[in-house]
């Protein structure tokens, strides 16, 4: 039995503290310095920021090179699946215009309507002025955060917490700043609760992120009249992203208040990020 | 000449797995998602050669990529490198305990590593706040499982390449 016992400490010892062939570090300390690594992360100094950071940053554009020829050939298929789908694109193209030619008369009238009676209440109108807009530099499928890098950071004055809009649409937030880089965590993670606005009805609530499925809203009255359709913006309630930022729009499906998103999040190259609303200027 | 090209040709198949281990790191690439099925090349690609092949893959190129892994994943820095080490120790161990290895042998000792691996994914994101998909997990483990015999059987191909 000492014997067996014997054995093996011998054989865990081999295989942890003995470094072997051309084996520079032993497991066992590696394995503690990965345990201090997790357990720094939870520290927040300066200097390990700094440091923090610097990693980051390096290790962003590492993968943004490594990622490079994978990312032609991506662009090269999409290039070319546009090309064969040109004439199908422009016809769809012709009528969609048509449409919204007819749209703009209505549009006109109305958002003059809506500045006059704003103006009769006596309300600020928000403006959203101030963008910055930036590339996205890496997209991972990362099976624990739905999130994408950016290739700005604390150089363009991005601070944590800041909307990100594709073109005018809210597609998440700003959650990890450094030198040169950001990660925006998307409207899909399961991390992401928003406090938004259901139009017509008027009704708030939160928008829930749910991984790979569309986002549901929660936290919604019992005796709501939400119809599909509605549209859903920011409340901007929480006092960090300015009102009014179209998100997407809702749909019942099986029970759930899901929101079909306006923006495709598998498909953004360029987002604005909205450094501050501009009546806090 | 022969002698020089043989040379040049056994360092770069010898190199393979450290730059394989290093793409799939910086490329994100790490864990495939093919619709419902998800497979950890990671964690096949450190086991195969800390148990086959250790002189090959040094702990401290395994403990870089998931650094690299740890970073582009967003999740909290140390995880992913615990996570491949803990696959590499049950692999060390594995090969220590094992006299005659064989597919069968592999396969089944790498129940245990994935167990542990994943063990290591749970406690650490349990207590970084970051949110944790069991069902995620849990089909990543089996569809890893499921293939190893086919990536086994293609690192044992470059193996053998370097041999010949």
């Known amino acids: 039995m000492a014997t067996s016992r014997d054995d093996f400490g011998i054989i865990i010892r081999s295989a942890l503290l003995s470094k072997g062939a051309k084996q520079r570090f032993s497991l066992l300390a590696l394995i503690i310095v990965s345990m201090i690594l997790i357990y720094v992360e939870s520290i927040d100094r300066k200097p390990l920021n700094f440091f923090r950071h610097f990693i980051k940053d390096v290790i962003y ?16 298929t999409t290039n070319i699946s546009e090309h064969i789908n040109l004439y199908k694109n422009y016809n769809q193209l012709k009528s969609e215009n048509n449409q919204l030619k007819n749209n703009i008369y209505t549009q006109g009238f109305l958002e003059l309507e809506n500045t006059q009676l704003r103006k009769l209440i006596e309300e600020q109108i928000h403006s959203v002025s101030n963008l910055v807009s930036a590339r996205v530099m890496l997209d991972k499928q990362s099976p624990y955060l739905n999130s994408f890098i950016i290739n700005i950071g604390s150089n363009k004055g991005i601070k944590n917490g800041m909307a990100v809009l594709d073109s005018s649409n809210f597609i998440g937030r700003i959650v990890d700043v450094n030198f040169f880089s950001s990660r925006v965590l998307l409207i899909s993670d399961l991390n992401s609760r928003i406090p938004v606005l259901v139009e017509p009805s008027g009704h708030h609530a939160i928008l829930n992120g749910h991984g790979i499925n569309e986002p549901t809203l929660e936290y919604l009255p019992e005796s709501h009249d939400i119809q599909d359709g509605d549209k859903i913006y920011t409340s901007g309630k929480e006092g960090i992203f300015p009102p009014g930022i179209p998100i997407g729009k809702f749909k019942n499906e099986k029970n759930l208040n899901k929101v079909i998103l306006f923006s495709d999040l598998n498909q953004i190259t360029f987002i604005n990020v909205v450094i501050e609303d501009g009546n806090n200027n | 000449m022969a002698y020089f090209s043989t040379q040049i040709r056994f360092s770069f198949l010898n190199i393979i797995p450290v730059l394989l281990l290093f793409f799939l790191a910086f490329n994100g690439t790490s864990t495939i998602n093919l619709g419902f099925v998800s497979i950890n090349l990671h964690f096949i690609l450190v086991y195969y050669y800390i148990l086959r092949k250790p002189q090959i893959l040094g702990y401290g190129f395994i403990f870089l990529s998931g650094i690299i892994s740890d970073v582009i994943f967003g ?29 069968l042998n592999d396969w089944i000792s790498f129940i245990p590593a994935i167990l542990f691996a994943n063990f290591v994914y749970f406690l650490s994101l349990y207590f970084s706040n970051v949110p944790i998909d069991y069902l995620y997990l849990f089909k990543n483990s089996i569809f890893t499982f499921i293939f190893y015999p086919i990536l086994w059987a293609a690192f044992s191909f470059i193996g053998g390449l370097s041999q010949n």
């Not at chain 1, 554009?61 to 090269?76: C, D, E, I, Y």
């Not at chain 2, 120790?89 to 090969?95: E, G, H, K, N």
């Open chain 1, 61 to 76: 554009r590492g993968s943004a090179l490594v990622s490079a020829p994978s990312k032609g050939f991506n662009s090269f």
């Open chain 2, 75 to 103: 999740l909290p820095l140390g995880i992913n490198a615990l996570a491949l080490l803990g696959i590499a120790s049950v692999a060390a161990y594995v090969r220590n305990v094992t006299v005659r290895i064989n597919l």
